[in-house]
């Protein structure tokens, strides 16, 4: 095989990614109705892999469909994998739409699962002489780690090598696929041997060596129960290997010379990001994208008559505050305290502004009664605490906002607010 065009390529899995993107993000959608939590994860993570890594060479890899080569196998496989939620559904198609306009191969086949794929490229990659980073946290891809192949985790920014993988086996990289045909899987209802987990199969195949010497010397198990196990389900335990051992030679038709990375097509970026309304990743491309920035993205700051200021006393007017903010894409962030010493300060409020001249105040740890001119008092030197949200109720409130990839939170000395 010629060598590589290019030294890194990063291999995404874009089918696993969505799923963990859809329960790790908010809810959010379009003014339409249009879900799009998952998408704007995966967008976000594009962005990320391209800005922040090394990679020169970057595809993004699909499920085709819910049926395999492995249903011919075993006809149980993945059989009771539950419906994706309603919501999701929908995603799908939007992240292909996604890594089309970061103009990214969106590569999936018929008869091969997306880890078949991925196998495959990784393969052929390293043998060409590139590195290659596999952009999943599936443990089923672990199999594949080595000296040349790492897995990175996008939703901990963690890297996966051969250590991690011990941790999570019990074995190396290249005896994980005798681990998983003992233990089974059932997500993917791959049976393995009744009784046997991942601990115990890691033990017994440090022991042995590897599945097929563990089956044939199974009669010098001491453990009854574990020996006659093997014995009965031995010929499960060779199938079970064949579905969990990842295909590296599928019949793939993209070749890994066209996964050189190419800058995407401005206008068909655009269009994306304002088609699901990703205004914050508008305003952070807007000078790769060129042109001017919509309203939304760039608002003029508001005249003094227009600027709406309020003092938020109870959990509904605060929830408006988060959905304005979940809407707008950017939220400006202060906070009130007893102490400049964030470790020892208390929270007394917080300060949220979604626009130049819509902002409001939130108390949730004053002591004392207002003072004669109206204002909050600070001091605590009042009779009665003024009406405010619990801060518990708060915190709970305004926690997954803050978290939050989608919105930009801006700040003076966050550090300071993020401590306390």
Known sequence: MSSAPYKHLYLVDGSGY?????????????SDGTPTNATFGFTNMLIKLLRDSDADAIAVIFDKSSKSFRNEIYGEYKAHRPEPPEDLIPQF????????AFNLPCIEMEGYEADDLIATYARQAKDAGAEVTIVSSDKDLMQLVDGGIAMLDPMKDKAIGPDEVVEKFGVPPEKVVDVQALAGDSVDNVPGVPGIGIKTAAQLINEYGDLETLLERAEEIKQTKRREKLIENAEMARISKQLVTLERYAPVEEGIDGFALRQPEPEALRAFLERYEFRSVLRRLSEQLGGEE????????AAPGEAKYELVQDLKALERWVTAARKR???????ETTSLDAVAAELVGISLATEAGQACYVP???KGGAPAD???????????APQQIPLKDAIACL?????DPGVLKIGQNIKYDLLV
Do not use: M, N, Q
């Open 399 to 403: 926690k997954p906002l803050l978290e």
């Open 18 to 30: 969505i799923f963990r993107a859809y329960f790790a993000i908010p809810p959010r959608s379009t």
């Open 374 to 384: 109206g204002a909050l008092d600070l001091e605590g030197s009042g009779a009665e």
């Open 93 to 100: 198609a939007a992240i292909r739409e996604a890594t089309k």
């Open 294 to 301: 919509t309203d939304e993205a760039t608002p003029a700051p």
């Open 329 to 335: 894409g950017v939220l400006a962030v202060d906070t």
């Open 364 to 366: 949730v740890g004053h």
